[in-house]
C-alpha cells in the first residue's frame, strides 16, 4: 500500500505551495468530515522511486496554550496516519515560539521527521539555515516551493523513511486475479456490494490485510474467475467505534485506487452527482487505472426517476464517457452479472497487448484522416507509434514538433486508437517523443 507523508506547519508558510509541486494534480481529493476547521488535501505524488500519498494537515494556528482544539486534533490524526511527517517553515519568519511547540508535538509521535525551511528564495540561505538548526532535526532542507526548488531533494530524502514494501508475502498475480477497487462516498453501498458478492458466492474469504490501517482485501471467485476486492469501507471493521469517525478514508480510498487494476466507484443513484465523486473519477484517470461507474439503489426508482439520473450522469460524465456505467442494487443483487462483465472487459482492455505496426497503420489513418494544427507554418509530423506500457495502454508515438501538438489533437488521437483497439473502460495514454 502505498505510504504516508503528512505536511505540517503553520498556516501561511507553504504548506499548500509544496502540496501542489508533490503532487502536480489539478484537484486535491478533500475529506468532507464535520468537525474540522480546514480541510485536509489529499494527492499521490509520482517524483521519487515510489508514489506516496501526500497530506496536506491544513494551518495549526496558535494560541496561548500553544496548539490546541479541532486543529491539534486534525493534525494529530494525520501524524497517526503518517510514515513521516514533513514539517515546514518559513524562511522570512525565522523560528517562532509555535515552531518549537508544533516540533515538540511531531516529536512525541516518534515518528520520522524531515523540516522544509521554504522560502528561501531572496533570503541569505546560510543564515537562515544556521537559525534553523536549532531544531536539531538531521534532516533540514531548504526549499522554495513556489519555483519547485528542493522538492527533488525532500522526495529524495523521504524515500529511505518510508516503510519497506514486503513483496514476499503477497499472493502471485495469478492468485490475485482481476483486482478491483470498490471506492465511493460513505453510504453509496460500498459493504452492502461487497458482502453481496461474498455471500452470494460462498467465497473463500482471506483476510491479506497485514496492518489495521490499510484496506482490506478479499479475494472471490465468480463464474470460474479470480478477483481480489480492495474494500475501502472496511467489512468488519464497520462495527468499530473509530470506523464511524473517518469512515471515509481518503488514503485508504488512494492505496486502494493505486493497488488496483479496475476501480469500481459506487455512486448512490438517490443523490447528486457529488464534485467529490468527480474528484476521485479524476483521480483514477490520472492514475491510470481502468474504471467503472457503478449508479447503485436503482431499486424503488420510477421510470421518470431512472431517465433524470441517467441523463444527468451522462452530462456530467462526458469526460469518461469511455467508461461504462452500470446500474445496480447491491441490496437486492441486481445488475452484478453486468457489473462484473464490465469490470472484466476493463480490465482487458487495460492490459491488452498492442503491436507497433498496428498502432502505426493506426496513427497513419488518424494523421491521414485530420492533421495537427500548422505550428508557425510548419506541421507537427507524427511518424510511427509502438506501444509503452499496459494499465493504463500507453501509444508512444515518435514524430517532430510534438510539443506544440494542443490537448485537442492529443485527445482525437486517443479516441482514435481507443475506437480501432476497444479500449473501453481504460484511460489510454499517448506520449510523444521529438525525433530531431
Ligand atoms: P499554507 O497556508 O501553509 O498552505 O501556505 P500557502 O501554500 O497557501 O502559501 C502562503 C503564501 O506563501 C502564498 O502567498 C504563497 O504564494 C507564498 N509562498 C509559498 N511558497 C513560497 C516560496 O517558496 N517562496 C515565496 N516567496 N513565497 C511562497
Ligand atoms: P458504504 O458506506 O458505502 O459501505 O455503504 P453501505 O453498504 O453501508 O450502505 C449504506 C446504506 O445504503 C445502508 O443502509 C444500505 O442498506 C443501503 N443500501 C446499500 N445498497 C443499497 C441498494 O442497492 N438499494 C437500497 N435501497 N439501499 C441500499
Known sequence: MLPVIALVGRPNVGKSTLFNALTRSRDALVADMPGVTRDRHYGVCHL????FVVVDTGGLSGSDEGIEGLTAQQVRLAIAEANLLVFVVDARDGVLPLDAAILGELRRSGKPIVVVVNKTDGTDEPTVMAEFASFGVAETIPASA???RGVDVLVARAMPHLPEEDEDDAPSEEEQGIRVAIVGRPNAGKSTLINRLLGEDRLIVSDLAGTTRDPIRVSLERDGRRYTLIDTAGVRRKARVEEAVEKFSVIKTLQSISAAQVTVIMIDARENLADQDLTLIGHVIEEG?????AVNKWDGMDSYQREQ???????RLQFADWAKTVFISALHGSGLRELMKAVIRAHAAATKELGSSELTRTLERAYEAYQPPLVRGHAPKLRFAHPGGS???TIVIHGSRTKHIAPAYRRYLEGFFRKRFRLEGTPVRIEFRDGD
Open 48 to 51: 521519487g522511486a515510489r508514489p
Open 146 to 148: 513556489a519555483h519547485s
Open 289 to 293: 487505472k481502468a474504471l467503472v461507474v
Open 309 to 315: 439520473t441517467q441523463k444527468a450522469l451522462e452530462r
Open 391 to 393: 494499465n493504463p495502454p
